[in-house]
C-alpha cells in the first residue's frame, strides 16, 4: 500500500507561505517552486539503497557509502510540472528526465495523452512523477497509466499542494503508489480549483495570466 507524506520542515512551509501569496511575482513564484522541488526530493528519495565504498582522501582511507547503482528518472506533466523539473535535476544531476503532455477532452472529460517521452531504458528505471498541484488527481492517475502501460513497475508522485480528492484518487487508483506533497488543502471548488491553493500554477510560473 502506497504512503501518503506531508512535509511539515520548517524551510517548506515557510516557502510555500510566500508561495500561496497572490502578490509574489513571477520571478519568485517560480524560484519557489523549484526550491520546494529540492527540498522535497530529499524525502522523496529517501529509501534509494545504499552501498559501502571507500574514498581516498587526501589524508587516509574513508569508508563511505553511495547509491547502489539506482537508476532514477524525474517525469513532469506538462506544463506546470515542468517548474519542478530543475530543483529535482540540481540535487540529481545524472536522472533522466522524461515528458508527459495531457489535455482534457472536452466531450468525455477524461484526459487524453498528446506527447510522450521517455528514456529509452524507462522501464529500468524508478519515476518520480511531479506536477504543482493534485487537484481531481485525473491527470496524475492517467500519466501514471501510460507509465505502467510502459512497462514502468516503481513509480512516486511528487506535488507541491493536494486536494483530499486527489490523494483519494491516487489512493485508489495506484495504492502502490507513493505520494509526496508540501500541503492538503480544504477541498476542490466548483471549478475544480483546490481551497485555499495558489491560482493556477503553470500561469503563475510561465507569467501567462
Request: some cysteine; charged content about 25%; glycine content about 8%.
Amino acid at each position: 500500500m502506497g504512503k501518503v507524506c506531508v512535509f511539515d520542515h520548517p524551510l517548506i512551509q515557510h516557502k510555500l507561505s510566500i508561495l500561496r501569496d497572490k502578490d509574489t511575482s513571477v520571478k519568485e513564484f517560480r524560484e519557489l517552486v523549484s526550491e520546494i522541488s529540492m527540498l522535497m526530493c530529499y524525502e522523496a528519495t529517501r529509501d534509494l539503497p545504499l552501498e559501502d565504498i571507500e574514498v581516498e582522501t587526501p589524508v587516509g582511507l574513508a569508508k563511505c557509502k553511495r547509491i547502489a547503482g539506482k537508476k532514477l528518472a524525474v517525469v513532469p506533466i506538462l506544463r506546470a510540472g515542468l517548474g519542478l523539473v530543475d530543483g529535482m535535476v540540481s540535487m540529481m544531476p545524472n536522472v533522466k528526465v522524461g515528458h508527459i503532455g495531457l489535455f482534457r477532452d472536452p466531450e468525455t472529460l477524461e484526459p487524453v495523452k498528446y506527447y510522450y517521452k521517455m528514456p529509452p531504458d524507462i522501464t529500468e528505471r524508478d519515476i518520480i512523477v511531479v506536477d504543482p498541484m493534485l487537484a481531481t488527481g485525473g491527470s496524475a492517475s492517467a500519466a501514471i497509466n501510460f507509465l505502467k502501460e510502459d512497462g514502468v513497475q516503481h513509480i512516486k508522485l511528487m506535488c507541491v499542494i493536494g486536494a483530499p480528492e486527489g490523494v483519494s484518487r491516487i489512493m485508489k487508483d495506484h495504492p502502490d503508489v507513493d505520494i509526496y506533497v508540501a500541503a492538503i488543502d480544504e477541498k476542490l471548488n466548483e471549478h475544480g480549483y483546490i481551497v485555499p491553493g495558489l491560482g493556477d500554477a503553470g500561469d503563475r510560473i510561465f507569467g501567462t495570466k
